[in-house]
């Protein structure tokens, strides 16, 4: 099970369980739902790849498959610079030192697998104060 980080902390997830499709899915030229369209988005595409379908898709969930791999920082600026306005969502082992990082460049949640959770308590993830110029910037 999955556990989502949010502003308001932790959460469950509330996407219904086997809604979010593969990336490959959207060309095979099946069927796709009208509403509740949403998407797992590798981190090796190019987020131009999900051009076609904005308009569309309500939720984006990114993979990150590792900490360490910040490729899904790049992709969520991308999408919203090309006016994605839906949920944006991380996926993967990120750290709590992350989360003000990916809430800069897009994200609106971040979904931990439960081991990674259970080890970065949810005081963690709370807002603290920052001496980071680029948070001055955005606040």
Do not use: H
């Not at 900490?67 to 709590?96: E, K, T, V, W």
């Amino acid at each position: 099970m999955a556990i989502l980080v949010t502003k308001e902390g932790f959460a469950p997830d509330d996407w219904a369980e086997g809604s979010i499709l593969p990336f490959d899915v959207l060309w095979t030229g099946q069927d796709l739902p009208e509403e509740g369209l949403a998407v797992e988005f590798p981190n090796d595409r190019d987020a131009a790849d999900l051009r076609p379908w904005l308009a569309r898709l309500e939720l984006i969930r990114v993979a990150f498959p590792a900490m360490a791999d910040g490729r899904g920082f790049s992709i969520a600026r991308r999408l919203r610079a090309m006016g994605y306005a839906g949920r944006l969502r991380a996926a993967g082992p990120l750290i709590a030192d992350q989360f003000r990082a990916a809430q800069r460049v897009g994200f609106d949640e971040i979904e931990l697998p439960e081991s990674v959770a259970g080890r970065q308590p949810e005081e963690q993830w709370r807002p603290r104060p920052s001496l980071s110029y680029q948070d001055r910037l955005a606040g």
